[in-house]
């Protein structure tokens, strides 16, 4: 319906103007650290300059594992790359993308191209580009950097003239031994540098150099004999650009005021909807009055559809089965939307029912949905947004960093707890449409505030299209789907096996992320290990740390062992990895498990008291 389009339209808008990749909440985006064009805008750097060690450094998802890189939140913005070598070269627009950058140096090394185009990196406040092989005129846009504190050109190609700077904040500038020409332009902030800023350069001329300028070179300086001619352009220009702005003015204003229009049209729309009686619970209610409304599972509607349409969203990315958005509601509430795409060709009945059946699961280790919503165009799941993000940032984010924070094993163990619990509970239901889950893997556990594991996106094998099941779904890649094309309950319990590997071993499984160069197919890389004895290389060195856990590990990682047996009838059902999960002892902490507990007392057993059992 129409309000969808403008909802998308809206969610589209806040898309482009802020397209931050977070640490992600569940499956959609495993990026960590890196707006997803920052990032791009880095690997196409990274591929002019043809540099080995980059091309080893500049790999992971988390910008803060890549060399000369500064990141503040998702934003890059510090870029020093000095004395590698770098031979490539770099276009004009390549900087584009950085619009948080602050510092940027490629200071000694060989790049070569044109000086870029800063007009989009405003905050820029040092730029050294000494010592390379830039040539071309020195970028205007560089005038207009108002922070801009330290400017380093030197040595290197540069031709034509020096432009106008005379922004105040400039207080370190050398443009000597390139191949500059013309007067030194007669601005406080230029002539407030000596000689040694504009040494050895093909034919600079006037204070503070001491050579004197020939009336040919005068044409330039808008401030000499030429004045008058120079007034009259410039007159002549300024019209053309109020001309010109008055007509973008009267262009914008008139768009705006269509889509204030529409806003209202949209408004009045809502609120018609609303007139209608809304019931108390409205699970309850009819199929036909729901259309086109947002189904709250839990009674009492919380907002209105109005509310998500017009709260400003952020894009998450792609997730698996379509684009999942943050919305921050007006009263500061954060959901998460996520759009479904590539449905079974279901009636709306049966999309409501199924729908019904996961909001009616109730466990405390099932990530609970908020509400949901169907029109011909759109198909939406409104989630609880999760402020500790997912499993697979835990594990994997800030590697190497001094922001990790040490993910040790009595955490690590009452998360495999968490999910073997809702495993079981998703494998004891009488609903059918509920197994397998088809997509356990670490992304889809997330954590919520008290640090506790919820498993998350349950049910949707019964309406996402089987193609793209097959394509994107953890159990999918099973053994027995590639043997008999049949998934089931044990295909679970394959890929449980999977994220307990990834939790012991704390390498990224290629389940989680197929694409990603470290991902490893963790069965057959355990087997391997188990096989040839080199059991005590497995763990993770987080959890090394505590030898008397070492039995544990050991018993769940038989555990995992068995999970991922190739043939489904020899792996354990979820019921039995519960038991046997949970007849794994913590070890009391000890001396040489103190440092850095803290997460794991949260974790462990006051984590597990909280959740009632079974
Ligand atoms: C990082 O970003 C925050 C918020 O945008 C800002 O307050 C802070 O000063 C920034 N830190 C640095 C080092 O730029
Ligand atoms: C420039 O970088 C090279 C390595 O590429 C290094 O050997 C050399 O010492 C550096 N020169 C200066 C002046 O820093
Ligand atoms: C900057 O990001 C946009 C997407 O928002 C992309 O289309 C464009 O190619 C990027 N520009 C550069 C120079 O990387
Ligand atoms: C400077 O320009 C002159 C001619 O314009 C050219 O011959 C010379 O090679 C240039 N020098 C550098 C370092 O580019
Ligand atoms: C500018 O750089 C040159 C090296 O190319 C150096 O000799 C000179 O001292 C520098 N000038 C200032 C003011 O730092």
Same mark, same amino acid.
């Given at each position: ?19 931050? /990749? ?10 960590i ?14 591929? *002019? ?27 890059? /913005? ?25 510092v ?15 007009s ?21 846009s560089?005038?207009?950097?108002v922070?801009?504190? &330290? ?11 020096i432009?106008?700077? %005379?922004q105040s904040?400039l ?10 020409t ?23 001329c ?23 001619w ?11 650009? !109020?001309v ?9 204003y008139?768009?705006?005021k ?5 806003? /209202? ?20 209610h ?25 709260? &400003?969203?952020?894009?998450? *990315? %792609? #997730?698996?089965?379509?684009?999942t ?10 959901v ?23 909001? %009616? ?11 949901y919503?169907?029109s ?10 999760m ?16 922001d990790r ?5 009595g955490?690590r163990?009452?998360?495999?707890h968490?999910?073997?619990r ?12 509920l197994?397998?889950h #088809?997509?356990? @893997? ?13 498993? &998350?996106?349950? *049910?949707?094998?019964?309406i996402?299209?089987?193609a793209?099941?097959v394509? @994107?779904?953890v159990a999918f ?26 939790l =012991?071993t704390?390498?990224?499984?290629? !389940? ?23 059991t005590?290389?497995i ?7 505590? @030898? ?7 018993? =769940? ?10 043939a489904?009838?020899? @792996?354990? %059902?979820?019921?039995e ?6 007849? /794994?002892?913590?070890?009391n902490?000890?001396?040489e498990?103190?440092?850095? =507990?803290?997460?794991?007392? &949260? ?12």
């Open positions: 319906m129409g309000v969808f389009k403008f909802f998308i339209l809206v969610v589209l808008a806040s898309f482009v103007a802020h397209n931050y /990749i977070v640490v992600a909440q569940d499956d959609a985006e495993i990026i650290g890196f707006t997803e064009d920052e990032r791009n805008t880095l690997l196409a750097l990274k591929t *002019g300059f043809h540099n080995t060690f980059l091309d080893e450094q500049w790999q992971s998802f988390n910008c803060i594992n890549w060399y000369g890189v500064t990141c503040n939140g998702s934003r890059v /913005i510090g870029l020093t790359l000095e004395n590698l070598d770098i031979t490539g070269e770099i276009n004009v627009d390549a900087l584009f993308n950085l619009t948080a950058l602050s940027l140096s490629f200071r000694n090394n060989s790049i070569f191209g044109q000086v870029m185009d800063f989009k990196n405003i905050g820029l406040e040092r730029l050294d580009l000494s010592r390379n092989k830039f040539d071309g005129l020195i970028s205007p560089l005038v207009n950097l922070l801009l504190e &330290s400017l380093q050109l030197q040595e290197n190609r540069m031709t034509g003239p432009p106008w700077f %005379d904040s207080k370190e500038f050398n443009v000597s031994n390139n191949n500059l013309g007067p030194i332009p007669n601005t406080r902030t230029l002539q407030s540098f000596n000689s040694l800023s504009y040494d050895h350069n093909l034919f600079l006037g204070p503070p150099v001491s050579i004197t300028c020939g009336p040919a070179s005068q044409v330039n300086d808008p401030r000499s004999s030429k004045k008058s120079v007034d009259a352009t410039l007159i002549i220009v300024n019209i053309i650009g !109020l010109f702005l008055a007509i973008l003015l009267t262009v914008f008139k768009k705006k269509q889509v204030n229009e529409k806003m /209202i049209e949209k408004k009045k729309v809502i609120l018609e909807e609303k007139g209608d009686e809304i019931p108390s619970n409205v699970i309850d009819q199929a036909k009055e729901d259309l086109g409304k947002l189904v709250f599972v839990d009674g009492e509607p919380e907002f209105e559809l109005g509310d998500l349409m017009t709260a &400003s969203a952020e894009s998450l *990315g %792609d #997730g698996n089965f379509g684009k958005y943050r919305a921050k509601l007006d009263d500061g509430r954060n998460i939307v996520k759009r479904l795409r590539d449905l079974k060709p279901l009636s709306r009945d049966e999309f409501m029912n199924q729908l019904r059946v996961i909001a %009616d699961q109730k466990h405390p280790n099932l990530a609970p949905l908020l509400g919503f169907y011909n165009d759109e198909k939406l799941l409104v989630h609880k947004f402020i500790n993000g997912n499993l697979f940032n835990l594990l994997h984010g800030g590697r190497g960093t001094r924070i040490p993910f040790r094993w955490a163990l009452t998360v495999a968490a999910v073997a809702a495993m079981e509970y998703l494998h004891m239901n009488p609903s059918s449409t197994v397998p #088809g997509n356990l @893997r670490s992304s889809n556990v997330l954590i919520d505030e008290n640090k506790c594991a919820l498993v &998350s996106d349950y *049910g949707l094998t019964a996402i299209s089987n793209v099941s394509h @994107r779904m890649k099973s053994p027995e789907y590639l043997i008999s094309k049949k998934v089931s309950k044990k295909s679970d319990v394959w890929s449980y096996g999977n994220l307990v590997m990834e =012991l704390g390498r990224v499984s290629i !389940l989680s992320v197929p694409q990603d160069n470290r991902a490893v197919d963790l069965c057959s890389w355990v087997h391997r290990a188990v096989r040839e004895e080199w005590a290389e763990f993770d060195l987080e959890l090394m740390v505590q @030898r008397s856990a070492i039995h544990g590990m050991l018993k =769940l990682l038989q555990l995992a062992v068995r999970c991922c047996d190739k489904p009838e020899n @792996r354990p %059902d979820m019921s990895v519960v038991r046997e999960v949970e007849s /794994i002892k913590v070890p902490v000890d001396s498990s103190e440092e850095d =507990l803290s997460l794991d007392r &949260s974790l462990t057993d006051d984590s597990m008291s909280a959740t009632p059992s079974r």
